[in-house]
Structures are given as C-alpha cells and as structure tokens.
C-alpha cells in the first residue's frame, strides 16, 4: 500500500460559521427544548440521560441505567482495599489511580488529592452534566448583588451600544441565563423574540429588532399602551436577558392572573400582576411546580439563534498518472492462473510466480480482446499521522475508477 505525504498546498485551515436556532417553552415548572419532550428508552426513562429540557453536555451514557448492585467490579479485584477496585456502575465514567504519576483530575485541588486519597485509591468522575435555561429574580433588597457582579461589567461595556444598557432596576430585574453549549460564541443580534401567554393568549412580546440590545414591547393585550416601550436588555456574548418592564400585561385578566412568585432567595413575591418581572418562573428557579393551577396558565417562549464557529481542515488527496493502479485484491489478477500463490521451488531456486493482471478493458470485439489497461478502483483513502499510524479513514460513497492515464484528486474535510 503507497503512501503519499501531503504537499504545503494540500492541507488548508478555514471557519465555518453556523447559526442553529434554540426554543425554549416553559410551562407550569417544565421546560421544553425545541419542542421535545421526554423520549423513553429501552434502559433509561429518557434516552439523552437527561431531563427534559436539558441536553447532555457529552452526550455519553446515552440509554444507559445505572445498576443497583454497586459492589460490581470491572478487572480484578484488589487484595488490599475494596477503595482500590473500579466499579461496574452500568455509566461510563473517567478514573485515575493515584500512584507515583500524580495524575489526576484538572478541577481536584491539590489539597483534597494529597490528604483524601491513599495511593492505589480510585479517583473517579462523572459525565452526567447536562445544561438547561434557568432564572434568577432579584427585587430591590438584593440589587447589590447584581451590581457587586461581573455582569455589571458587561452592562457598562454595553453601554457603547446605548443607554439602555443603564438599565432601570428600581422595581428589580428579572434574569434569564442561557448556557453557552445553545448558542455556541454569541447570539446573534436581531433573532431574541420572547412571548409571554396567559390562558392561550399572547399578552405581551419582547424583540431585538434594533440589534443593539434593546428588547422592544410589541403586540399582546397591552401592546397599545406600552407598545415601543423597552423593557430589557440582551448581552449577547454573555447570554444572558435582563428584564425590567414592571407594568401589567393581562390586566384584563384580573385577580385570576396573580403570580405567586419568587426570589432568587426562595422568598416568596404575592399577589403580582402578570409582568416581565416574572416572566419564565419555574424555569429552574425557587418556584416550585402546580403554580400554574392559580395563575392564568401563564407559560413563556425564549427563541434565539446562536453564533457556532466551526474549525474545519481540508485535505487534498492526489491519485497521479501512473501510480496506484496495482491491487492487492485477489480479483486484480487472472482467474485463469492455477496455483497461483504457489512459488516455483528447486535445489537452487525459489521463485514466487509472475501474476498476469486481469484484464477488464473493453474492446469492440471478443478476439482479439483490448489493449492491457491497468484499472484499479479507490474505495477508501487512509489518513496517517507522522508515526505512520492510521488515524482517520474517508469512505467513498461509489468506488472511483482509476487507470494509468487519469489524475484524481480527493477533497476532505474535517470538522474539529
């Protein structure tokens, strides 16, 4: 098999950039992403191993159950300590022995790996990490946390972008993160859209329709009277939507719409009028579940696109005039040949045989057949690092026919 090192010109860096779109649905406590809900599996209630809502990080451990009987090994047991025994627990999961080499986890302390652990013991971890929006409601007692954070770093910096960004916070802000895997480096300007409905009906909706930030009050019941009005703000690159427009948005409603909401202490807010103050409660906040039963069936959408920039490699592979048109595939040589494999042998020889190539070039008549036309044909293209070790190999949907006369090159690609 002939390996061919590729050329300066032959292996090309670019970027790919991606926008994926997010929707988010939350209703009474439960959060739905992209329209799916929980999609049962053979061995684990929801077949992601994770809960509605999220999406797992690594995505390992897919329809996998962990086993109730923990004594389970995997290997042999150790003679000293049942700590120094890998278990089966049904999920994959990284270990490390601690030993001579000092190796261990990058977010372990120093501390906790000298005096916790003995040498010979298991130091294990877990990939069960999963990641979902989630909210924060601060009212006016707990704004120094806000102000005393990073996140009012990014508020000034934003501020180039308008003065919106000096956000009102007097009646108290409403925060809503989103996890960085849903929308890769930013999101992008001009697609943040979120709905607030009450029994069905859309009673008040938020836009970035200026790309500068600014989440601008449209249609919904009280669209007439608060209609322009901006009431939040979006740090893209953050992912994170400060709301704080404090007036109604189902007045028409009346008593039924009270919310019984939360802090970001679990300190409970009664008796609120439906507002962006408490847009999205149950969203992974102190709020627990059933509040819907008594709050108008209030239920929030949270759409976005996100920025993904994707590093791609391509490779260009050259099939050149004269090369790579000898098989070692049994069907490459004559199947008239007998005994072909076996060599010619005597007191002073030992001769492998001369193979006559199968010769599978078309002719316009039977006898005399064609010219000898060395074909073969490229099914698959090894990829070989330094070492000349395989690392990759490209699958060719149709195999390509390659003769003597012919140049061919092959483009892949590779997303990292």
Request: hydrophobic fraction near 35%; charge should be positive.
């Given at each position: 098999?002939?390996?061919?090192?590729?050329?300066?010109?032959?292996?090309?860096?670019?970027?790919?950039?991606?926008?994926?779109?997010?929707?988010?649905?939350?209703?009474?406590?439960?959060?739905?992403?992209?329209?799916?809900?929980?999609?049962?599996?053979?061995?684990?209630?929801?077949?992601?191993?994770?809960?509605?809502?999220?999406?797992?990080?690594?995505?390992?451990?897919?329809?996998?159950?962990?086993?109730?009987?923990?004594?389970?090994?995997?290997?042999?047991?150790?003679?000293?300590?049942?700590?120094?025994?890998?278990?089966?627990?049904?999920?994959?999961?990284?270990?490390?022995?601690?030993?001579?080499?000092?190796?261990?986890?990058?977010?372990?302390?120093?501390?906790?790996?000298?005096?916790?652990?003995?040498?010979?013991?298991?130091?294990?971890?877990?990939?069960?990490?999963?990641?979902?929006?989630?909210?924060?409601?601060?009212?006016?007692?707990?704004?120094?946390?806000?102000?005393?954070?990073?996140?009012?770093?990014?508020?000034?910096?934003?501020?180039?972008?308008?003065?919106?960004?000096?956000?009102?916070?007097?009646?108290?802000?409403?925060?809503?993160?989103?996890?960085?895997?849903?929308?890769?480096?930013?999101?992008?300007?001009?697609?943040?859209?979120?709905?607030?409905?009450?029994?069905?009906n859309v009673v008040g909706r938020l836009r970035d329709t200026r790309q500068n930030g600014?989440?601008?009050?449209?249609?919904?019941?009280?669209?007439?009277?608060?209609?322009?009005?901006?009431?939040?703000?979006?740090?893209?690159?953050?992912?994170?939507?400060?709301?704080?427009?404090?007036?109604?948005?189902?007045?028409?409603?009346?008593?039924?719409?009270?919310?019984?909401?939360?802090?970001?202490?679990?300190?409970?807010?009664?008796?609120?009028?439906?507002?962006?103050?408490?847009?999205?409660?149950?969203?992974?906040?102190?709020?627990?579940?059933?509040?819907?039963?008594?709050?108008?069936?209030?239920?929030?959408?949270?759409?976005?696109?996100?920025?993904?920039?994707?590093?791609?490699?391509?490779?260009?592979?050259?099939?050149?005039?004269?090369?790579?048109?000898?098989?070692?595939?049994?069907?490459?040589?004559?199947?008239?040949?007998?005994?072909?494999?076996?060599?010619?042998?005597?007191?002073?020889?030992?001769?492998?045989?001369?193979?006559?190539?199968?010769?599978?070039?078309?002719s316009s008549y039977a006898d005399p057949s064609g010219s000898l036309v060395k074909t073969?044909?490229?099914?698959?293209?090894?990829?070989?690092?330094?070492?000349?070790?395989?690392?990759?190999?490209?699958?060719?949907?149709?195999?390509?026919?390659?003769?003597?006369?012919?140049?061919?090159?092959?483009?892949?690609?590779?997303?990292?």
């Open positions: 098999m002939p390996l061919h090192k590729f050329g300066k010109n032959d292996i090309l860096h670019n970027q790919i950039k991606t926008h994926p779109s997010s929707s988010f649905f939350i209703y009474d406590s439960s959060i739905y992403y992209n329209n799916k809900a929980s999609e049962p599996g053979q061995f684990a209630a929801n077949v992601p191993n994770a809960s509605t809502g999220y999406v797992n990080l690594l995505e390992m451990n897919v329809d996998r159950a962990a086993v109730t009987n923990s004594s389970i090994t995997i290997g042999p047991s150790s003679s000293v300590s049942s700590s120094q025994n890998v278990l089966d627990t049904g999920l994959i999961y990284p270990f490390v022995y601690k030993g001579l080499s000092k190796m261990a986890f990058r977010d372990m302390s120093r501390m906790k790996f000298v005096h916790r652990y003995n040498n010979g013991d298991v130091l294990s971890g877990s990939y069960q990490m999963s990641a979902s929006i989630s909210r924060q409601r601060y009212t006016s007692a707990y704004l120094s946390i806000i102000s005393g954070s990073a996140l009012k770093n990014s508020l000034s910096y934003a501020k180039r972008l308008g003065e919106h960004y000096d956000v009102d916070d007097a009646s108290g802000i409403n925060v809503i993160q989103i996890p960085s895997i849903f929308y890769g480096s930013e999101i992008k300007k001009g697609t943040v859209d979120l709905k607030y409905h009450m029994t069905g600014a989440l601008v009050m449209s249609e919904g019941t009280e669209a007439s009277a608060h209609d322009g009005e901006i009431a939040g703000v979006v740090l893209y690159k953050e992912g994170f939507i400060l709301l704080t427009g404090s007036w109604a948005l189902a007045s028409v409603f009346t008593n039924a719409t009270k919310i019984e909401d939360k802090d970001v202490h679990g300190a409970l807010i009664t008796g609120t009028n439906a507002s962006w103050l408490n847009f999205g409660f149950g969203a992974n906040d102190k709020v627990g579940s059933g509040a819907n039963t008594t709050n108008g069936s209030a239920s929030f959408s949270v759409d976005f696109v996100g920025t993904h920039k994707v590093p791609t490699m391509t490779m260009l592979a050259h099939a050149n005039k004269g090369e790579l048109n000898y098989s070692n595939n049994p069907t490459y040589v004559s199947a008239s040949q007998a005994n072909v494999y076996t060599p010619l042998t005597g007191t002073h020889l030992y001769r492998e045989k001369e193979l006559v190539i199968k010769n599978i070039h078309s073969t044909y490229i099914t698959k293209i090894g990829i070989y690092d330094r070492r000349k070790k395989l690392i990759g190999i490209a699958s060719l949907a149709k195999p390509v026919k390659k003769t003597e006369d012919r140049d061919l090159t092959f483009k892949l690609k590779l997303d990292i």
